[in-house]
């Protein structure tokens, strides 16, 4: 028998959905996707498994752990009815914080948006059918893949892929710190950064900056950054806090150490867009494009979409979970106009 509804993601908007859904007596089925943001992560849950302190969450007022929080929404998801697409099919004991250790979360490798009900196909190649799908993939932040960086991101050592969330933080407050990039959210992030650092370095491999002529201005303006022209990083270091950088000249080859107090990577983000086959809009970026931006309907009726999958803007827990709100409020109109409770 078709399910009602599946949720594909595990994030902020996935599992918003999934409490909205499941209160609504939906039982929506969540692909919960395998932990793919650190090799080292057992769990899924999304971008949040990767940080430690959040301090913008409304209704944390001394902060939450990222995979805390992602844990009290799966919980949340949980105690209203939401499934969890498992290996064998049963639903991880979320009290239990070593339960969901034991099992296989299964990613969806494809949907078949052509017929109805919709297919979703995991991993084994199991069909699961269902009358209507919310997509709260996610988007992966780029990271450089380079010694140190990984190890730094995933402890709170100093290193991390959004200024806006962790920029604030009493670790990077008048401190030297680098910023990877060389678009318009490189000079963003370096920016918003100097509120708090002493001194910010937009470190870029190239000879001139590809953000916007507004934006190379204001980084230019600005007192408080300095352009490393035509350097990459090439390894991060520091045990447990960074301490710095090396970097090699992209011209010359040339290593150097820079001393820093924090790295951020602002090197673009690949949207989880690509099991759709092509089946969904999608805008230049590969980003699921909205039929309507207040809403969540996509190109194809009875598709929802939802969180950082359709937002190269705002990329934030809370904006994602609005979202998965929208999402599970239209998904359960629509599929009550069709007699589906
Ligand atoms: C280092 C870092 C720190 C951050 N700190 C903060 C912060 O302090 N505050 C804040 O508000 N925001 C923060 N963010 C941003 C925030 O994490 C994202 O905006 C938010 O997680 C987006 O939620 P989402 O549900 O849309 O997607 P994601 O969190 O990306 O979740 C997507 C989910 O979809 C799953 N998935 C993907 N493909 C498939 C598939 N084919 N099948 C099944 N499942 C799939 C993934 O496994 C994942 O579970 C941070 C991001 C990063 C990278």
Same mark, same amino acid.
């Given at each position: ?8 993601? &595990? ?28 090799? &080292? ?156 650092? &002493? ?143």
């Amino acid at each position: 028998m078709a399910e009602k509804l599946v949720i594909i993601g &595990s994030g902020p908007a996935g599992w918003t959905a999934a409490i909205y859904a499941a209160r609504a007596n939906l039982q929506p089925l969540v692909f919960a996707g395998r932990p793919k943001t650190s090799p &080292s992560l057992l769990l899924p849950g999304g971008q949040l498994m990767l940080t430690t302190e959040v301090e913008n969450f409304p209704g944390f007022p001394h902060g939450v752990t990222g995979p805390k929080l992602m844990a009290f929404m799966e919980q949340q998801a949980v105690r209203f009815g939401a499934r969890i697409r498992t290996d064998d099919g049963r639903t991880p004991d979320v009290s239990d914080p070593d339960d969901g250790h034991s099992f296989r979360y299964h990613d969806c490798k494809a949907v078949d948006l052509s017929c109805r009900p919709f297919k979703v196909i995991d991993e084994d190649d199991t069909v699961v059918e269902a009358h209507a799908l919310i997509i709260a993939t996610g988007a992966t932040a780029n990271w450089l893949g380079i010694p140190g960086e990984q190890r730094l991101a995933t402890s709170g050592g100093g290193v991390s892929a959004c200024a806006v969330c962790d920029g604030a933080l009493p670790a990077f407050r008048n401190k030297e710190l680098g910023v990877v990039g060389g678009g318009d959210s490189a000079v963003e992030e370096a920016t918003y950064l100097t509120k708090f650092a &002493s001194k910010v370095y937009i470190i870029h491999r190239r000879d001139q900056l590809r953000a916007s002529r507004i934006m190379q201005q204001r980084a230019m303006d600005n007192p408080k950054i300095e352009i490393l022209w035509n350097k990459v990083p090439v390894e991060v270091l520091g045990e447990k806090q960074i301490e710095g950088v090396r970097l090699k000249d992209t011209k010359t080859g040339d290593v150097s150490v820079r001393p820093l107090g924090g790295l951020f990577m602002a090197i673009g983000h690949t949207p989880a867009t690509a099991f759709l086959g092509g089946q969904l809009e999608l805008d230049e970026k590969k980003y699921i494009r909205l039929a309507d931006p207040y809403r969540s309907m996509t190109s194809v009726e009875g598709v929802f979409a939802a969180g950082d999958v359709v937002d190269s803007v705002y990329r934030q827990a809370i904006t994602a979970a609005g979202m998965g709100c929208k999402a599970a409020l239209d998904a359960e109109r629509w599929l009550a106009e069709r007699g589906i409770h």
